[in-house]
């Protein structure tokens, strides 16, 4: 789907309310996608974070396919898989096998931060034995591995004087698309040397992405895998049938986003009604204000004008939503119809 010829994708992390379970949330997130689906929209990503009591997207590979195994035509991916956390095989392992099931719809975003808190990393990469703190250091030759090993020939690892051919899956037919993300210049260049798509964290950082991407464009080698620079831009978005109704709903997880920020304790993401209860200091308050002013909050009009901008502003042709409108108390546990509407109201589809 296209506004003006710009194309719009999503990204979702897959929240969970204090009214639901995990299964409620997983139940929500399939809803949506569907409803990106139906709507036309290019691609639908989801995160890895772990140990979060608001985020049931812990896992990208198996939401990648209940997504994909409930839609039929946009792409699915993950933003990102954050590889130190994973052995490279078996990163490469399971999107091969999401491409050979849903083949010229997977997307592999790659990342690079732990996605989670210190203890959690050590039990990420400790506990199976399999993973060692040098994964940081090795990030860019572990994403070469995980190249090599999802290509049709796969590649030769030599043991003792002999060739051992290492593979993801046996007769691969196609590959998923690789993209690098980042929220620091690392990435940005990284993804510029090995000629592979690139997007920065827009939605999370909120400032540095003019740089790292113009770093991405004028450092770029073209590579089979891109032939020139591809990017596009993320946003946190919230569109209702008017402004305040917008402001109300992303309350919520501006709330949350504050808790993040702040080193306060994380929980469920409040129902709208008990996040307007919430009373907090002004400097608090303030820097709420900070982060709302850098998402994209209101009527379909006015968001639809505001993604224009950014799209225009940072020379994008797609710019991925990540809709973070709660809900109102008495909401089916297993739907989020905020963030569905939002979906619908930015393609004015209401």
Do not use: C
Not at 71 to 86: F, Y
């Amino acid at each position: 789907m296209s506004e003006r010829g710009l194309s719009l994708s999503v990204l979702d992390l897959v929240p969970v309310r204090s009214d639901q379970t995990s299964a409620d949330a997983v139940a929500a997130t399939l809803s949506l996608a569907e409803v990106a689906d139906g709507l036309g929209y290019r691609r639908y990503w989801l995160a890895e974070h772990h140990n979060m009591p608001a985020v049931a997207a812990t896992n990208p590979p198996v939401l990648i396919g209940l997504v994909a195994g409930r839609t039929s035509r946009i792409r699915v991916g993950s933003g990102g898989v954050m590889l130190p956390n994973h052995a490279p095989l078996v990163v490469a392992e399971q999107f091969a096998l999401l491409e050979a099931a849903f083949p010229g719809r997977i997307d592999l975003g790659i990342g690079r931060a732990p996605g989670s808190d210190p203890v959690t990393s050590y039990a990420l990469r400790h506990g199976a034995g399999g993973v060692s703190d040098e994964a940081v250091n090795r990030f860019p030759e572990y994403v070469d591995n995980v190249l090599a090993m999802m290509e049709p020939d796969g590649v030769g690892l030599g043991i003792q004087g002999r060739t051992y051919p290492l593979k993801a899956t046996p007769v691969a037919g196609s590959v998923p698309t690789v993209w690098l993300l980042g929220s620091s210049d690392y990435s940005a260049r990284l993804a510029a040397e090995k000629g592979l798509p690139y997007v920065f964290a827009h939605h999370f950082s909120g400032s540095g992405t003019a740089e790292a991407l113009a770093l991405y464009r004028d450092g770029f080698r073209p590579s089979p895998e891109a032939p020139e620079p591809r990017t596009f831009l993320t946003v946190n978005v919230v569109v209702a049938e008017s402004d305040d109704e917008a402001r109300r709903l992303a309350l919520p997880q501006l709330q949350a986003m504050l808790a993040l920020r702040t080193g306060q304790e994380l929980r469920p993401q409040r129902l709208v009604e008990e996040a307007e209860k919430v009373e907090l200091p002004s400097a608090h308050l303030d820097l709420m204000d900070a982060m709302a002013q850098r998402w994209v909050i209101g009527s379909p009009a006015t968001a639809r004008a505001r993604i224009e901008e950014l799209a225009a502003t940072y020379d994008v042709d797609e710019v991925m939503v990540h809709p973070v409108a709660g809900a109102w108390t008495g909401t089916d546990a297993g739907r989020s119809p905020a963030r569905e509407e939002t979906l619908r109201l930015l393609v004015g589809q209401a």
